[in-house]
């Protein structure tokens, strides 16, 4: 299973830390996105770690402002979150994905087999 923290309150321009621990798989093996759902929006992909190389992808409503990491020891992903803004609001999920889909189809949701619960991420302007 997943499980996210690390969400709470902050004020635009402010800062967060996501985490993601993983346990009862081979969490190395994986990788691992972290996704966002806003109130009455569709679920958005917006970043994914590799587990071969380390490699990042990012959604361009977050590029430049968001760092994914990983700590394959501790069977953890983090988000850093920096510059926030009030659209940032949303619950905000990590998944994991044995099988890299590709440059494109890595945001999907579909595309990841396990899910963890949300940790809610609110904005204030």
């Known amino acids: 299973q997943l499980q996210a923290s690390g969400g709470g309150l902050v004020q635009a321009g402010g800062s967060l830390r996501l985490s993601c621990v993983g346990s009862?798989?081979?969490?190395?093996?994986?990788?691992i996105g972290w996704f966002r759902q806003a109130p009455g929006k569709e679920r958005e992909g917006i970043s994914r770690?590799?587990?071969?190389?380390?490699?990042?992808y990012y959604a361009d409503s977050v590029k430049g402002r968001f760092t994914i990491s990983r700590d394959n020891a501790k069977n953890t992903v983090y988000l850093q979150m920096n510059s926030l803004k009030p659209e940032d609001t949303a619950v905000y999920y990590c998944?994991?994905?044995?099988?890299?889909?590709?440059?494109?189809?890595?945001?999907?949701?579909?595309?990841?087999?396990?899910w963890g619960q949300g940790t809610q991420v609110t904005v204030s302007s």
């Open positions: 998944a994991a994905d044995l099988t890299f889909p590709g440059t494109v189809r890595w945001s999907w949701a579909f595309e990841y087999e396990k």
């Open positions: 009862g798989f081979t969490f190395a093996d994986y990788d």
């Open positions: 770690i590799r587990s071969s190389d380390g490699s990042t």
